[in-house]
């Protein structure tokens, strides 16, 4: 399970994986990254808003359709 944080350091939102608190920059080329977005994709993983609701498949999609 993944979770958005909004706006942590700055303008940029950040994602945290949760299992184990790791965040994932929105590089292209992070691998954590590149494995986040193709989960979301498939709708396989599942995403929760910055105050910690679950996402819907739509409103994941529509978020990583921001991302670089």
């Known amino acids: 399970m993944y ?5 942590p350091i700055g303008p940029i939102n950040v994602v945290l994986r949760i299992q ?15 494995r986040f977005k193709r989960e979301i994709e498939a709708g396989t ?3 929760q808003d910055a105050d910690g609701q679950p996402m819907s498949v739509a409103d ?9």
């Open 45 to 47: 993983a599942q995403l």
């Open 20 to 34: 184990d608190r790791t965040s994932i920059p929105f590089a292209p080329d992070n691998t954590d990254y590149a």
């Open 60 to 68: 994941a999609n529509a978020f990583v359709a921001t991302l670089p």
């Open 3 to 7: 979770q958005l944080i909004a706006n």
